[in-house]
């Protein structure tokens, strides 16, 4: 039998990673997207956001690009997907609903209402998004009533657990890969799909429906909560005058703990940890479940606490207020190897230090470009030396490599102070002090 045809509805981040990756692995792909922009740039081999080696392996398929295998095409007519595909996956973003914690299904639900109209063949529907356990359901359900092949169109869900900055590696060599399906033929589409990976290793787990939809949502859930612990712990350890990074390295090799995830700091930002973990609770209370997760409220006060914690240590630093003071941010997107500024905390803290009156310079290896489109009024240099030139304090708030090499002697003969402000803990503090610098990490003994 003939290999799957494979269409992605969507091609931000999620959608774009994946077409590339499954033409990667052999199939013929078919992005979709409603933005015709999108389309054109994909179509040219170039990708819309900074993600290492993705733009590589689009390239290697894009058809019509000179070498490729052509495999990849892209177009913004769902009855061209409709008519193209035998797998179809959904790939639209869910971003948090404005004022409210509850995920936006607006563009899921318009993907598949502007698809499902065009199904005339049997074809298998594959939800990826990050959504509210009930959804798959619900689209199933509407699924037939809307196709014209009816009981021949299924859903399955499968979500993606892809990092950025990893997307291509998580993408091609996924942990495991989950699949929610109602049917057998739905399992077997599916394990035809991602025979590659799972040869090389990946688990291949198959569920029902609203369990493939939670695991994304526990799983997130999951990171988030170790992240807030160990900023909590680092609140004791300020208290108590311990060592946070040590604790966590300490705690870390005890196998049932682990030792990733325990960087304490300025917490966690970004796409999706955060809109995920406030939309599984808003759905927590629909089903009358709420009780169970209002330990995410904690989660997540603890970590926006963080940030305001930054902004206080900065005030402390630079002798009680902010105002008229030369603040240098280093840092701007959510986190390294990524330009993603999305709730982003060095932004935050930037933006907080702004409105209280300080003159903030921010530099941010990849992230400039989405961090002025956000915060126009914030100032940007074009370098980490050229940020820092007169500050009163510096402050490390996105661990890029680049922060970790630079030459606190350089630096120190930039700024007007030597205060360096740690809000990821990953600078090497003798380094600093030993340059004459006041060196101060969340969650560290001050000297
Ligand atoms: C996350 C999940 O990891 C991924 O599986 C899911 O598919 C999407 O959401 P991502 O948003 O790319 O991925 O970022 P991640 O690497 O998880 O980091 C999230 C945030 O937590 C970042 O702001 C990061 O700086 C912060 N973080 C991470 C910490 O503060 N401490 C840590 O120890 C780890």
Same mark, same amino acid.
């Given at each position: 039998?003939?290999?799957?045809?494979?269409?992605?509805?969507?091609?931000?981040?999620?959608?774009? /990673?994946?077409?590339?990756?499954?033409?990667?692995?052999?199939?013929?792909?078919?992005? %979709?997207?409603?933005?015709?922009?999108?389309?054109?740039? %994909?179509?040219?081999?170039?990708?819309?956001?900074?993600?290492?080696?993705?733009?590589?392996?689009?390239?290697?398929?894009?058809?019509?690009?000179?070498?490729?295998?052509?495999? !990849?095409?892209? /177009? /913004?007519?769902?009855?061209?997907?409709?008519?193209?595909?035998?797998?179809?996956?959904?790939?639209?973003?869910?971003?948090?609903?404005? #004022?409210?914690?509850?995920?936006?299904?607006?563009?899921?639900?318009?993907?598949?209402?502007?698809?499902?109209?065009? !199904?005339? @063949?049997?074809?298998?529907?594959?939800?990826?998004?990050?959504?509210?356990?009930?959804?798959? +359901? &619900?689209?199933?359900?509407?699924?037939?009533?809307?196709?014209?092949?009816?009981?021949?169109?299924?859903?399955?869900?499968?979500?993606?657990?892809?990092?950025?900055?990893?997307?291509?590696?998580?993408?091609?060599?996924?942990?495991?890969?989950?699949?929610?399906?109602?049917?057998?033929?739905?399992?077997?589409?599916?394990?035809? *799909?991602?025979?590659?990976?799972?040869?090389? #290793?990946?688990?291949?787990?198959?569920?029902?429906?609203?369990?493939?939809?939670?695991?994304?949502?526990?799983?997130?859930?999951?990171?988030?909560?170790?992240?807030?612990?160990?900023?909590?712990?680092?609140?004791? =350890?300020?208290?108590?005058?311990?060592?946070? +990074?040590?604790?966590?390295?300490?705690?870390?090799?005890?196998?049932?703990?682990?030792?990733?995830?325990?960087?304490?700091?300025? #917490?966690?930002?970004?796409? =999706? %940890?955060?809109?995920?973990?406030?939309?599984?609770?808003?759905?927590?209370?629909? $089903?009358?479940?709420?009780?169970?997760?209002?330990?995410?409220?904690?989660?997540?006060?603890?970590?926006?606490?963080?940030?305001?914690?930054?902004?206080?240590?900065?005030?402390?630093?630079?002798?009680?207020?902010?105002?008229?003071? @030369?603040?240098?941010?280093?840092?701007?997107?959510?986190?390294?190897?990524?330009?993603?500024?999305?709730?982003?905390?060095?932004?935050? *803290?930037?933006?907080?230090?702004?409105?209280?009156?300080?003159?903030?310079?921010?530099?941010?290896?990849? #992230?400039?470009?989405?961090?002025?489109?956000?915060?126009?009024?914030?100032?940007?240099?074009?370098?980490?030396?050229?940020?820092?030139?007169?500050?009163?304090?510096?402050?490390?708030? /996105?661990?890029? @490599?680049?922060? &970790?090499?630079?030459?606190?002697?350089? !630096?120190?003969?930039?700024?007007?102070? &030597?205060?360096? $402000?740690?809000?990821?803990?990953?600078?090497?503090?003798?380094?600093? @002090?030993?340059?004459?610098?006041?060196? &101060?990490?969340?969650?560290?003994?001050?000297?």
């Amino acid at each position: 039998m003939a290999a799957p045809k494979i269409t992605v509805i969507g091609t931000g981040y999620l959608g774009a /990673t994946h077409a590339a990756a499954m033409a990667e692995l052999g199939f013929q792909v078919l992005g %979709l997207d409603v933005v015709p922009e999108k389309i054109e740039m %994909l179509g040219a081999g170039r990708v819309p956001m900074y993600e290492p080696g993705l733009e590589e392996i689009l390239r290697r398929h894009v058809a019509g690009l000179p070498g490729s295998s052509g495999r !990849l095409s892209f /177009t /913004t007519s769902y009855a061209e997907a409709a008519e193209f595909g035998d797998v179809h996956f959904i790939c639209v973003n869910t971003p948090q609903k404005h #004022g409210e914690y509850a995920a936006d299904m607006s563009y899921v639900d318009a993907a598949v209402e502007s698809l499902a109209p065009h !199904l005339a @063949r049997p074809a298998l529907v594959v939800g990826k998004s990050t959504v509210p356990v009930g959804s798959a +359901a &619900r689209l199933a359900a509407r699924i037939a009533e809307l196709a014209p092949a009816g009981q021949e169109v299924e859903l399955a869900w499968n979500p993606e657990f892809l990092r950025e900055g990893f997307a291509v590696e998580d993408t091609l060599h996924p942990d495991r890969i989950v699949v929610g399906v109602t049917s057998e033929r739905a399992e077997k589409l599916l394990r035809e *799909v991602y025979a590659g990976p799972v040869a090389e #290793g990946s688990p291949f787990l198959v569920t029902d429906l609203p369990t493939a939809e939670l695991v994304k949502t526990a799983a997130n859930a999951f990171l988030s909560t170790k992240i807030s612990f160990i900023n909590a712990m680092a609140e004791i =350890c300020e208290a108590a005058g311990g060592d946070v +990074a040590k604790l966590a390295e300490a705690i870390g090799h005890d196998d049932r703990i682990g030792r990733k995830f325990l960087r304490a700091g300025i #917490g966690f930002g970004g796409g =999706c %940890l955060p809109k995920d973990i406030r939309a599984f609770m808003a759905r927590a209370g629909e $089903l009358g479940a709420d009780q169970a997760l209002t330990f995410l409220r904690e989660v997540d006060s603890i970590n926006m606490r963080r940030r305001a914690h930054m902004v206080e240590l900065t005030r402390e630093a630079v002798g009680g207020a902010v105002l008229g003071t @030369r603040i240098a941010v280093l840092g701007a997107s959510f986190k390294p190897d990524s330009d993603d500024v999305r709730d982003s905390p060095a932004l935050n *803290v930037a933006g907080q230090l702004h409105l209280q009156g300080a003159q903030v310079t921010v530099y941010d290896p990849k #992230g400039m470009e989405n961090a002025r489109a956000v915060f126009p009024t914030l100032g940007y240099a074009p370098s980490a030396l050229e940020a820092v030139r007169g500050a009163d304090a510096v402050l490390h708030l /996105t661990e890029w @490599r680049e922060f &970790r090499e630079l030459d606190p002697e350089v !630096l120190g003969e930039a700024v007007a102070h &030597r205060r360096m $402000l740690d809000g990821r803990n990953t600078l090497d503090p003798a380094l600093w @002090r030993e340059a004459g610098w006041s060196y &101060r990490a969340l969650g560290r003994p001050t000297a």
